[in-house]
């Protein structure tokens, strides 16, 4: 098999990694020597690179057809798989298709066949539906967080995309959830488990916070003001909440972003761009962000509402302590109420008045250029630091779309730096640049 497959230790350097962690050299290796993987790992420990890493072995530079499906439970997370692959730099195209986007969009992407697939159940299933491509070529099928998709009702589109891919020779499922049974759909044999769930040494800590009051908002801004300038993310149950606790916080000056289902996706996209670039310390978020989106090193989660079961609990834990870090889950209760009995007495965490935090010092600019535009990072360090005279320390995270870029900048460059950077050229584009 000719292979465009370049070095792990070239793509691993792409990626900021240096070195395979025990659970993605042990997964590897598994689905490199077997058929049937199923790989159990709390939520980030990096999974996502445990599977990339032998998919791409299996690839055939020489075969113009699509050769791999991954299946996703949200779109969120198949956006995150796709920079991922794009990050690695392996000259292989690749694709995302989910609901919620124009399938006339992906229609006209899928044009030029891209070597590996990422999608939605349900999207995936019509796609394969109309015959839109052609499936004899594909020979390996991810199934990433089976158990969601599993959970919120795709069980049927997930069966039917297993019938339609006649030739699949290698299957690999990952899961962050313990003990979820194996529909037998998915017709495996004698998979090998890799399964990481119980030796996870991470440090999380979990701690009530009281209310003297049902309305726990004030509650909240003194543990936000306790907290500093921490990155973390409330939990909350319901958007009509998100939207009363986002207005209270604003009325306090403290930064945050939204992300819950009822948001359209470019606006979920963004709170996750200002999220993971510092323009916002703190996410509000329905459980759409327990798992299966890409977010900084967590410090802290707040269960604003208790969730309703156990599994749910664990996720959002699950997104701070990870990968042997330190991190704090604080139970927000009302000192009447109950917790459930799945959750132990934790111990009760004093609050401390303290100022509420400084505004971000960061702040997100939108540039309309792109990768097809044939932008690279590199383009736009130079337009800000040459034609805006930013310095470096003013410049954080550059994050590079296919039509557009987001960008972090000190907020006090903009008055003087955003006019003349705005309607420049880059490469053979004249871009708008404002801030969001």
């Given at each position: 098999m000719e292979s465009n497959f370049k070095s792990q230790a070239e793509i691993l350097k792409k990626l900021g990694i240096t070195k395979l962690n025990p659970m993605q050299e042990e997964a590897k290796l598994a689905i490199m020597a077997s058929k049937e993987t199923i790989l159990l790992s709390p939520t980030g420990t990096g999974k996502t690179v445990a599977f990339l890493l032998p998919l791409l072995n299996e690839l055939d530079i020489a075969n113009e057809e699509i050769q791999a499906i991954i299946i996703v439970p949200s779109r969120e997370l198949a956006i995150q798989i796709e920079q991922v692959l794009r990050e690695m730099g392996t000259g292989y195209k690749v694709n995302c298709v989910y609901g919620g986007r124009p399938a006339s969009k992906d229609r006209l992407e899928l044009v030029h066949r891209p070597a590996v697939l990422i999608g939605t159940p349900g999207r995936i299933a019509d796609h394969l539906r109309r015959e839109e491509f052609f499936t004899g070529a594909i020979k390996t099928l991810v199934l990433d967080e089976y158990?969601?998709?599993?959970?919120?009702?795709?069980?049927?589109?997930?069966?039917?995309?297993?019938?339609?891919?006649?030739?699949?020779?290698?299957?690999?499922?990952?899961?962050?959830?313990?003990?979820?049974?194996?529909?037998?759909?998915?017709?495996?044999?004698?998979?090998?488990?890799?399964?990481?769930?119980?030796?996870?040494?991470?440090?999380?800590?979990?701690?009530?916070?009281?209310?003297?009051?049902?309305?726990?908002?004030?509650?909240?801004?003194?543990?936000?003001?306790?907290?500093?300038?921490?990155?973390?993310?409330?939990?909350?149950?319901?958007?009509?909440?998100?939207?009363?606790?986002?207005?209270?916080?604003?009325?306090?000056?403290?930064?945050?972003?939204?992300?819950?289902?009822?948001?359209?996706?470019k606006d979920r996209e963004r709170s996750l761009i200002k999220f993971r670039n510092g323009t916002h310390k703190i996410l509000l978020a329905t459980d759409l962000a327990a798992r299966g989106i890409d977010v900084p090193e967590l410090d802290f989660i707040v269960h604003y509402h208790l969730p309703t079961r156990e599994e749910e609990f664990t996720h959002r834990n699950g997104r701070t302590a990870r990968m042997n870090s330190n991190g704090t889950a604080f139970i927000l209760k009302y000192e009447g109420d109950k917790l459930p009995p799945f959750m132990d007495d934790y111990p009760i965490q004093k609050i401390l008045n303290a100022p509420l935090p400084k505004p971000s010092a960061w702040c997100t600019l939108f540039i309309s250029g792109g990768r097809k535009d044939k932008i690279s990072k590199g383009d736009i360090a130079g337009l800000l630091f040459k034609q805006g005279k930013m310095d470096r320390d003013s410049v954080g995270a550059i994050e590079l779309k296919v039509d557009c870029a987001f960008v972090a900048v000190k907020k006090d460059t903009l008055d003087f730096s955003l006019p003349l950077i705005n309607n420049q050229r880059l490469k053979k584009k004249k871009v708008r640049v404002y801030e969001i």
């Open positions: 158990d969601k998709s599993l959970e919120i009702g795709f069980e049927g589109e997930m069966s039917e995309i297993i019938e339609m891919l006649p030739n699949v020779e290698k299957k690999i499922m990952t899961s962050a959830t313990i003990g979820v049974r194996m529909p037998a759909f998915l017709g495996l044999e004698n998979p090998i488990t890799i399964d990481y769930l119980d030796g996870n040494e991470t440090q999380l800590k979990i701690k009530q916070v009281i209310s003297p009051s049902k309305d726990k908002l004030e509650t909240l801004v003194k543990l936000m003001a306790s907290l500093g300038h921490q990155h973390g993310i409330i939990f909350c149950n319901f958007k009509d909440t998100i939207n009363r606790v986002s207005d209270y916080l604003t009325e306090h000056n403290i930064s945050h972003g939204a992300f819950y289902g009822g948001l359209e996706q």
